[in-house]
């Protein structure tokens, strides 16, 4: 059909459908006949709508007349055609399926997972103009806003691998407008995570914990998803928990309450048969680990376990004296090892502590620490006291030769 043929077909419609009042002298009586004007509006869905979940819905428009379109626009991108009537000189319906969940720019069947961006979609219908050959013109708008949070992220799981360390996992949906990850122990947010850390789908992270962080964790994980409005918060959705991780402790670390770390035993309190220093004010020698082995002899004075083994001695004797009531151990420390000779190496339980090091003001360490440095000190008040006697001493033995000596 050529373009004049076409033209004059869609007179021909017009002039059926906008046909002025026939005036009909009939025995007196007036008659008009009109026909019915042309018409056209979008029916659903209804403007200023706001879908806040996924799901499909139809997009429809209805019209009377010339031929007729039905134009979305998303939030960024550009406009598609969804359907589109020919002329009609009856009310038509034009109608569109839209899923949310599955949105490519164009109107073809979408079967991908490709959720639709959140924010103002506009909705355009358009009509033939015979006096303007154009047929985009608008002769009806309407809007609709989408607010969908983001799908629940899936897949926690948590890893304790490294000492003080979590590793942690999980997927999350396509949503085009994801903005970040936020891990929650609790109410407790401990970590977060922007879109652009995660590859392929999947987020990792890992959380450290300080030395009071050992013991039993259990995180969620929540996903957000922009509304599409500046200035507005966005969409909060939170996973299921994670299956329990417990954090282990770091090298020189106590476990949790009950536990021993592999590779460690507990230091036993001392004075206890499994203890190598005796309680505040009791024998040492019985305490000897070489005399406490049936057919074992004390070691040679210049070996090491000697030199140990008389320090513990020392200081289990006079630790009392200077206000010790009882030696400071470790929390666990590393077993006792065997000695080239037969014999233990003895441990008070702290002697690999500096002496320097912090501890709570008012503690057993500080109190050594400040024992301990005064006893350092007076005994270089004495040497120096002592020094000066005898200099004192020499020097008044010196004068009185020189005043009794003969004169010559």
């Not at 039993?216 to 969409?235: D, I, K, N, Q």
């Not at 590393?334 to 008012?362: K, R």
Request: some cysteine; overall charge neutral; glycine content about 10%.
């Amino acid at each position: 059909m050529s373009a004049a043929q076409r033209l004059r077909g869609r007179f021909a419609v017009a002039r059926s459908l906008w046909a002025g009042a026939l005036v009909l002298p009939l025995s007196g009586v007036l008659l008009v006949a009109a026909a019915p004007p042309a018409s056209a509006e979008i029916t659903s869905p209804g403007n200023g709508a706001v879908i806040d979940t996924n799901r499909t819905f139809d997009i429809t428009a209805s019209y009377r007349g010339l031929s007729s379109k039905l134009r979305l626009t998303p939030p960024r991108g550009q406009e598609v055609v969804l359907a589109e009537g020919p002329d009609s000189a009856t009310e038509t319906t034009l109608a569109h399926p839209f899923n949310t969940s599955c949105w490519d720019g164009t109107r073809n069947p979408c079967s991908a997972d490709r959720p639709a961006p959140n924010g103002e979609w506009r909705v355009r219908q358009t009509q033939f103009d015979v006096i303007g050959q154009n047929d985009d013109a608008t002769i009806s708008t309407s809007t609709f806003r989408l607010r969908i949070p983001a799908r629940p992220p899936t897949g926690v799981t948590a890893d304790a691998s490294a000492p003080q360390q979590v590793r942690l996992s999980w997927r999350h949906g396509a949503e085009p407008d994801l903005t970040g990850f936020a891990v929650f122990e609790g109410e407790t947010q401990v970590k977060t995570l922007a879109r652009g850390d995660c590859r392929d789908g999947a987020c990792t992270t890992v959380i450290d914990y300080q030395a009071d962080g050992v013991g039993p964790h259990t995180y969620t994980v929540s996903a957000f998803r922009s509304t599409g409005v500046p200035g507005e918060p966005p969409l909060e959705s939170r996973s299921d928990p994670s299956p329990p991780v417990t954090v282990l402790p770091g090298a020189g670390l106590p476990g949790p309450v009950g536990d021993v770390v592999p590779g460690t035993e507990a230091s036993p309190a001392p004075g206890s048969p499994a203890s190598a220093s005796p309680a505040p004010g009791e024998p040492t020698a019985s305490r000897s680990p070489a005399a406490a082995r049936p057919g074992g002899s004390a070691p040679a004075a210049n070996s090491t376990a000697a030199r140990r083994q008389a320090f513990s001695s020392g200081f289990s004797a006079f630790g009392p004296k200077l206000g010790v009531p009882k030696l400071p151990p470790l929390p666990q420390a590393p077993a006792v090892a065997q000695l080239p000779d037969g014999t233990f190496e003895p441990t008070l339980g702290f002697e690999d502590q500096e002496l320097g090091e912090p501890g709570p003001p008012g503690g057993v360490a500080a109190r050594v620490t400040s024992t301990v440095g005064a006893a350092f000190v007076s005994e270089q008040i004495v040497r120096s006291t002592a020094g000066a006697l005898v200099l004192l001493l020499a020097g008044a033995h010196l004068r009185r030769w020189l005043s009794t000596a003969p004169p010559e």
